[in-house]
């Protein structure tokens, strides 16, 4: 009976997911991630985290949701779609698709407390925590875990219909039935992100040299970038979709139906004079609300700067 009643829950709690526009849904046990602690450590100790030190910082915590969240059971693994049906023009500077519309913090998160919100009324009190992007949370493993895909040799999280989707989770305290068999890993000898990666970022399969990477640069590196990238950057003013355009699986992915994901109508037209003399007041009506303005103005315009002057 207690076994029928958690895939009744979880069945409840998929359906709902689905119908509030998450993409897929799956369920994992809230334990300690024994698999993935060595590779964190030999990760950080390399030094792949460049200098986002805030990648070790709570290392249990991160392999541990039941540090993270006391009382957990399960971790609950959600997709939310944000390919986009149109795209900017090719010869301009490229902003990553993911950011094209408003920042999907929020919006991924709104919907994540709508499903949190259908669990407690629908099912019982719970008590948990929901996260998007916003905690030390290994949340591709746990996707992978709750199988909902595998990891690419690009090191995202990959599915049968592609990996262009945001990923949240709610760390709860209610059991659900879980099934753990790993997705097989359908990347076979395909390496085309491997060769495709401008700057070698991806130093073997599943393993991204974060501190090489195209995103984190444009993104999260405060400093000068370096000249030697100079002829590297790919067009590339804000992140990075080069490893994922190529992947094969994503010829197959769906586009999004999130009208908040929509960008600016100007952005997709921007040619590469638009962006030579991009104002400050112009980039604050194109990003309005969007995860571009992590970078501020000035991070934006050094990045364009550098993939723009010869």
Known sequence: MKELLKQRYSELIKAEALRLGFSDCGFAK?????????????????????EMHYMANHFDKR???????????????????????????????QIAKYAYGQDYHLIVKDKAKQLFNYIHENIGKIEGRIFVDSAPILEKAWAKLAGIGWIGKNSNLITKSGSFFFLAELIIDLDLSYNEKPIEDYC?????????????????????????????????????????????????????????DVCPWNKRIEY?????????????????????NLSEEKYRELFKKSAVKRTKYAGLKRNLDFILKK
Do not use: M
């Open 30 to 50: 809230a334990r300690f991630l024994s698999e993935e602690a060595q590779n964190l450590e030999n990760w950080l100790k390399n030094n792949s985290h460049g």
């Open 63 to 93: 392999l541990d949701p039941t540090i993270l969240v006391p009382g957990a059971k399960s971790v609950i693994s959600l997709l939310y779609n944000y390919f986009p049906e149109k795209q900017q023009i090719t010869e301009a500077p």
């Open 188 to 244: 076979g000898t395909c390496n085309r992100c491997i060769i495709a990666c401008p700057t070698n970022a991806i130093i073997k399969p599943g393993v991204v040299d974060g501190s090489k990477c195209i995103s984190y640069f444009t993104i999260e590196y405060k400093n000068e970038l370096p000249a030697n990238y100079k002829e590297k950057f790919a067009n590339n003013a804000f992140g990075c979709d080069i490893c994922q």
């Open 256 to 276: 999004h139906k999130e009208p908040l994901f929509q960008p600016h109508p100007e952005l997709l037209n921007f040619k590469k004079d638009d962006w030579e």
